[in-house]
């Protein structure tokens, strides 16, 4: 039987097809530590969110004249009840505002109906909404949750740098929050998928801070994935690009860290998500760089390194997503991950090394050479970087971008 037949008693019916959706915009999920919890009174004792109307707004990509939200539950230990959900233009079209542009505001249904509970572990996906997105515009998305979580196990996406604010009550249709709480978090909401007018597909990135955006401005949108969006943006040939930050500070290919290991997530967090035919790995210096300082060590997580980069590029060409991988930064000067005996770094230009020389991936994107100090390249540029020798600044941000190659985004994947 097809998959969009199915058996209604003797009779076969055809469910109409559901083609052409894209994801336009996505956060990580991760399990929320207690330093990024909401702050009081909307984390008690035993329960979080409970009462409260929350805020945020995302920045989407790909545009569309329908969009239907994901709302995920994937660390929650309890069902996760959502008394109401409903989206808006923000004002002025500006990022991590509380205001909703007026007259915007449309409720958002599941099923055909309000509340809807997500189980736990799981996520659930809206009914389509028409409601017009431009391309590389801002969403607010607001949603009341009378129960709240009855745990303190809440996901969220903690390295949002856009603004988010919560409140008591339930106010998903007023325009203005006065006197609500802002955090520098997005929580709950996963996903934001566009029906486009026309044919789109999206590029996911797999990746840690650098990704995610440390060094960064709040509620600027000026991160690597954000600049590459908006060169991208303004060819006609890559407008239609999507692009699928799937990154968070501190994560790791090899070991759970903030968040589950790359190879645990590649399923839930790239594999699964509609219209993905590109992805970029730009993830590793955070296995070399808690990794003992050890020859040994050293040894194995490069070797284990390269094989899960093996596994991840076997994985998404059965899917026929092309991968393009990204060397890895340098972090000279940086502790704790600059060591004195440069072993640490030794394995850094090993798997650079394989990374341009393998062949595995459909193409390679040099950041290293794009970012590293020319008079001392262990180190970052001193220009580009935020301070700490690891991280870059929204100018470190905008060479990253500006040395990935438009061509490889124009046409079919390869």
């Not at 990746?207 to 060094?215: N, V």
């Amino acid at each position: 039987m097809g998959a969009a037949e199915r058996h209604t008693g003797t009779t076969v019916t055809t469910a109409p097809a559901d083609h052409g959706w894209v994801n336009t915009w996505t956060a990580m999920p991760q399990l929320t530590e207690p330093g990024n919890m909401p702050p009081a009174p909307f984390t008690g004792k035993d329960s979080v969110l409970v009462d409260t109307t929350l805020r945020q707004t995302v920045r989407v990509t790909a545009g569309g004249a329908r969009i239907r939200l994901r709302f995920s539950n994937a660390f929650g230990t309890t069902p996760l009840t959502l008394t109401r959900v409903a989206v808006a233009l923000p004002l002025d079209g500006r990022a991590g505002v509380s205001t909703a542009e007026p007259g915007t505001t449309r409720p958002v249904m599941f099923a055909g109906r309000e509340p809807v509970t997500v189980p736990v572990g799981a996520q659930m996906v809206s009914d389509p909404l028409d409601f017009d997105l431009r391309p590389g515009s801002n969403l607010t998305v607001t949603a009341y949750l009378a129960t709240g979580q009855a745990s303190l196990a809440l996901t969220s996406h903690p390295g949002s740098r856009t603004t988010s604010y919560l409140t008591t009550g339930d106010h998903t249709g007023d325009n203005d929050l006065p006197g609500s709480a802002p955090v520098d978090h997005w929580y709950l909401l996963s996903d934001v998928e566009v029906l486009p007018d026309h044919p789109a597909t999206a590029t996911a990135l797999l990746g840690d801070s650098l990704t995610d955006g440390r060094g960064s401005t709040t509620n600027a949108n000026n991160r690597w994935p954000d600049q590459l969006y908006d060169r991208l943006r303004s060819h006609p040939a890559t407008k239609d690009v999507a692009m699928l930050n799937q990154a968070a500070g501190g994560n790791r290919v090899l070991n759970d860290g903030l968040g589950p290991n790359a190879l645990a997530r590649l399923d839930r967090d790239i594999l699964a998500h509609s219209g993905v035919n590109r992805l970029i790995v730009f993830e590793g210096i955070n296995d070399i760089g808690t990794a003992a300082a050890t020859p040994d060590a050293q040894r194995t997580v490069a070797a284990d390194l390269i094989a899960a980069y093996e596994q991840i590029v076997v994985r998404a060409h059965a899917q026929g997503i092309h991968v393009y991988g990204a060397t890895l930064l340098p972090f000279g000067g940086n502790a704790p991950y600059d060591d004195a005996g440069g072993l640490r770094e030794a394995t850094r230009q090993t798997v650079n090394h394989w990374i341009r020389t393998s062949g595995r991936f459909d193409a390679v994107l040099d950041f290293d050479g794009a970012v590293r100090d020319p008079d001392d390249p262990r180190r970052l540029n001193p220009v580009l970087q935020v301070g700490d020798w690891l991280h870059l600044n929204p100018a470190g941000y905008r060479t990253l971008a500006a040395a990935v190659p438009v061509p490889l985004f124009v046409g079919p994947a390869r």
